[in-house]
């Protein structure tokens, strides 16, 4: 039994994501020509897209990493989200790019572009690899997407299900039974 | 940025699931407000109005209206009906239904799953109305909004 087995379908092969990266690299190199931005990236979700993005642009840029509670079963009643990693540099005046590996509902984001904003940067864009408009609740532009995903509950390529699943190369749909059979209905 | 709502203070929701969202707006700091507006989607020959339409949710900042629906399937029909007569009557208020399924995948993403057999097993009823949301409930502010709401208004 692997990991591979939980997987009902392969959404989006490991070619597909090199190659759509590379691409994403290319014109964040472009629009940032002359410019050096810092990444920001939320953990842990994003490390494998953040890992494989910067190798693919060919810009002087730097790299700094946040990571913020998730709501949960063992959230307060009273609770709100605390921010567990902070910034280690200054982004005032500087151009930010916030990457993220998906997208759905847009709270988080929502919440961290606020955060950011408060900060004083140049500029603020947004690069996901994964966009799921299905389950938008806060609006939220996005400058780099990699693609637009169903309404499907996927892992792989750095996203999880408990912890586990981010070590798969590709983005895959995970099988219903491994969670207890309670996929949403199609 | 949203100030979380005491126990005093908390609305009294129709369903465990609208308490439950309320809890997600509040930890993203996204202000709401439950049930804030009424709109009107049926008037009879006299010109009073007969039928409403109440979302759950409003959210200021992103200025959306969210309506959960996680009940059964007649009341789910019912439910998308009223959406239709909402967008033809209101095409510029944004609204958003959110059905079992997509609950259920909220659920799944923030490790809820013990919550959501609670909520599909029948139990998650406060037991302020039986929200099929014919209307206006009470304590909803129940004070139409502009445009062809105030079609509402009988002929003189």
Same mark, same amino acid.
């Given at each position: ?95 930010? $790019? ?7 509902? #847009? /709270? ?5 572009? &606020?955060? %950011?904003?408060?900060? !004083? ?27 637009? $995903? ?7 390529? #750095? /996203? ?5 699943? &981010?070590? %798969?190369?590709?983005? !895959? ?14 | ?156």
């Amino acid at each position: 039994m692997t990991l591979h087995d939980d997987v009902s379908e392969i959404l989006l092969t490991e070619e597909e994501i090199r190659a759509r990266v590379a691409e994403l690299g290319k014109e964040l190199g472009a629009d940032y020509a002359g410019r050096s931005p810092v990444l920001v990236s939320v953990l842990k979700g994003s490390i494998v897209f953040l890992a494989d993005l910067v190798r693919a642009t060919e810009i002087p840029l730097s790299v700094d990493l946040m990571e913020l509670s998730s709501y949960g079963a063992n959230t307060e009643s009273s609770g709100q989200v605390r921010i567990l990693k902070d910034l280690s540099g200054s982004i005032k005046d500087r151009d930010v $790019i916030v990457v993220e590996d998906i997208i759905d509902t #847009g /709270l988080t984001l929502n919440y961290l572009l &606020r955060y %950011l904003h408060d900060r !004083g940067p140049a500029s603020v864009r947004i690069c996901c690899l994964l966009d799921k408009p299905a389950r938008r609740l806060a609006e939220i532009d996005i400058d780099y997407r990699g693609f637009t $995903i169903p309404d499907r509950f996927v892992v792989g390529y #750095g /996203l999880d299900y408990d912890e586990r699943y &981010r070590n %798969l190369p590709y983005i !895959g749909v995970l099988r219903p039974s491994v969670y207890g059979g309670a996929e949403p209905e199609s | 940025m949203a100030e979380p709502l005491t126990d005093a203070t908390r609305p009294r929701f129709a369903h465990a699931s609208e308490a439950e969202l309320a809890r997600i707006l509040d930890f993203y700091q996204v202000t709401w407000r439950y049930e804030p507006d009424v709109f009107p989607i049926g008037w009879n020959t006299r010109g009073a109005v007969t039928e409403c339409f109440a979302p759950d949710f409003y959210l200021p900042e992103v200025d959306l209206y969210v309506e959960l629906t996680t009940l059964k399937q007649s009341l789910v029909r019912k439910k998308n009906r009223k959406l239709r007569c909402m967008r033809l009557l209101y095409p510029e208020v944004r609204i958003k239904l959110l059905y079992a399924r997509d609950f259920k995948a909220l659920m799944l993403k923030y490790g809820r799953l013990d919550f959501m057999d609670q909520v599909f097993s029948g139990n998650s009823h406060n037991g302020a109305q039986n929200g099929s949301q014919d209307g206006p409930r009470p304590g909803s502010q129940d004070t139409p909004r502009n445009g062809p709401a105030r079609l509402a208004e009988p002929a003189a």
